[in-house]
């Protein structure tokens, strides 16, 4: 499943480009693209495991970027 979602309070694109590189090691994280201009990331795992993945990428953006807040 490959789904965009709106991103709330990301301040910098340095902080975008670390969420980016922590979410892609994440275990079932196929792709992942954060665009700090659009404040959008666009998050691609097996279709059966997105809700559960999605949790953890929240868990890991919080710890980088503690204000951010994923609109799905």
Avoid: R, Y
Avoid at 11 to 34: F, H, M, P, R, T
């Amino acid at each position: 499943m490959k789904k965009t979602m709106k991103l709330q309070n990301l301040d910098c694109a340095n902080c975008a480009a670390k969420i980016e590189n922590a979410v892609s090691k994440l275990d079932g994280v196929d792709s992942v693209k954060v665009n700090f201009m659009w404040q959008k990331m666009t998050l691609e795992t097996p279709d059966d495991q997105f809700d559960t993945i999605l949790e953890s990428v929240k868990k890991t953006a919080k710890k980088i970027e503690p204000d951010l807040v994923i609109l799905t």
